[in-house]
């Protein structure tokens, strides 16, 4: 009788949802994505509308939307879009493949509990400065020419003045959303430091190693803002050393030059993120949340 008891008591505690089960209730009702198409983990393959223009190429996969899916959230917006700013949190932006994304901060509100931001990137144009140093000559550095002149380095000033657009944008956050648990989610390794590989990459050791100390310095800087603002910084770089764009399919996380991705199958937007690189920075972020 007294193991009956105990069974039926068990059966009862599990139906109505110890910690831990299944029928646990979220951590966060309602979460928002914020940020530039490496948190849109752009895809030509899987491009989903449901949150943004198609334009915009947000993956279907991409990691805020796993992210969401793991942690049950009731609430989810994914306001990321390829070749956004800071300055496309408050203003709409002309999605690269078309159409018009609204501020991404109009997707934020008083209930908003869980935010993620990756920006910075274009503010310093460093996805431009990749295009800068494609050359047919491995002897040749046109990056150095041009971003270094004199010694001078202009990538790094930029970098450094994006540092108080990115720290600005956690405040219009907070303002708007002033409850909210915000994470600030770095780029991946995606050349290297030291040397490339041309020409599979047609880049100059010379200018693949600066391109690769430059995306560190960039993710230092974000890594000061977080600590600054006193944001959960998000090291999804260091984890993904050893799998940049000059990797064999299935290693790489980051595509190269060549638009095309063994993860998922098909034309990719060279130098972002593929499939495998999502779910890397997605299990960095529900790391950080204790998941």
Same mark, same amino acid.
């Given at each position: 009788?007294? *193991?009956?008891?105990?069974?039926?008591?068990?059966?009862?505690?599990?139906?109505?949802?110890?910690? &831990?089960?299944?029928?646990?209730?979220?951590?966060?009702?309602?979460?928002?994505?914020?940020?530039?198409?490496?948190?849109?983990?752009?895809?030509?393959?899987?491009?989903?509308? =449901?949150?943004?223009?198609?334009?915009?190429?947000?993956?279907?996969?991409?990691? $805020? *939307?796993?992210? #969401?899916?793991?942690?049950?959230?009731?609430?989810?917006?994914?306001? %990321?879009?390829?070749?956004?700013?800071?300055?496309?949190?408050?203003?709409?932006?002309?999605?690269?493949?078309?159409?018009?994304?609204?501020? =991404?901060?109009?997707?934020?509100? +008083?209930? %908003?509990?869980?935010? %993620?931001?990756?920006?910075?990137?274009?503010? #310093? @144009?460093?996805?431009?400065?990749?295009?800068?140093?494609?050359?047919?000559?491995?002897?040749?550095?046109?990056? =150095?020419?041009?971003?270094? +002149?004199? &010694?001078?380095?202009?990538?790094?000033?930029?970098?450094?003045?994006?540092?108080? *657009?990115?720290?600005? %944008?956690?405040?219009?956050?907070?303002?708007?959303?002033?409850?909210?648990?915000?994470?600030?989610?770095?780029?991946?390794?995606?050349?290297?430091?030291?040397?490339?590989?041309?020409?599979?990459?047609?880049?100059?050791?010379?200018?693949?190693?600066?391109?690769?100390? *430059?995306?560190?310095?960039?993710? #230092?800087?974000?890594?000061?803002?977080?600590?600054?603002?006193?944001?959960?910084?998000?090291?999804?770089?260091?984890?993904?050393?050893?799998?940049?764009?000059?990797?064999?399919?299935?290693?790489?996380?980051?595509?190269?030059?060549?638009?095309? $991705?063994?993860?998922?199958? @098909?034309?990719?937007?060279?130098?972002?993120?593929?499939?495998?690189?999502?779910?890397?920075?997605?299990?960095?972020?529900?790391?950080?949340?204790?998941?």
């Amino acid at each position: 009788m007294r *193991k009956s008891a105990l069974l039926v008591s068990a059966c009862a505690a599990i139906a109505m949802g110890w910690p &831990g089960t299944a029928s646990a209730a979220p951590a966060f009702g309602e979460y928002v994505a914020l940020g530039d198409s490496w948190a849109a983990d752009a895809t030509l393959v899987q491009i989903s509308g =449901q949150y943004a223009p198609p334009g915009c190429v947000q993956s279907a996969r991409d990691y $805020s *939307k796993q992210v #969401a899916a793991a942690l049950r959230i009731p609430v989810f917006r994914d306001a %990321t879009c390829g070749g956004a700013e800071t300055g496309n949190m408050t203003g709409s932006q002309n999605a690269p493949l078309g159409g018009v994304n609204p501020p =991404q901060f109009d997707r934020l509100g +008083p209930a %908003t509990d869980l935010v %993620t931001l990756e920006i910075g990137g274009n503010d #310093a @144009g460093l996805a431009a400065a990749v295009q800068d140093c494609l050359t047919v000559n491995p002897e040749v550095s046109p990056c =150095q020419a041009s971003w270094v +002149p004199g &010694g001078v380095d202009l990538m790094s000033a930029r970098i450094a003045a994006a540092e108080p *657009k990115v720290a600005a %944008t956690i405040e219009g956050i907070r303002e708007r959303s002033p409850h909210a648990r915000i994470l600030l989610v770095d780029y991946l390794d995606g050349i290297g430091t030291t040397h490339g590989c041309f020409p599979t990459i047609p880049i100059s050791d010379t200018d693949a190693g600066w391109i690769g100390r *430059k995306l560190v310095e960039l993710d #230092a800087m974000l890594a000061r803002v977080a600590a600054r603002t006193g944001v959960r910084f998000v090291d999804t770089y260091r984890g993904s050393v050893g799998h940049d764009s000059c990797r064999p399919p299935g290693v790489r996380w980051v595509e190269g030059l060549i638009p095309f $991705s063994s993860n998922p199958p @098909g034309p990719a937007v060279p130098f972002h993120p593929n499939q495998l690189g999502a779910d890397h920075q997605a299990r960095a972020i529900l790391a950080a949340l204790g998941r």
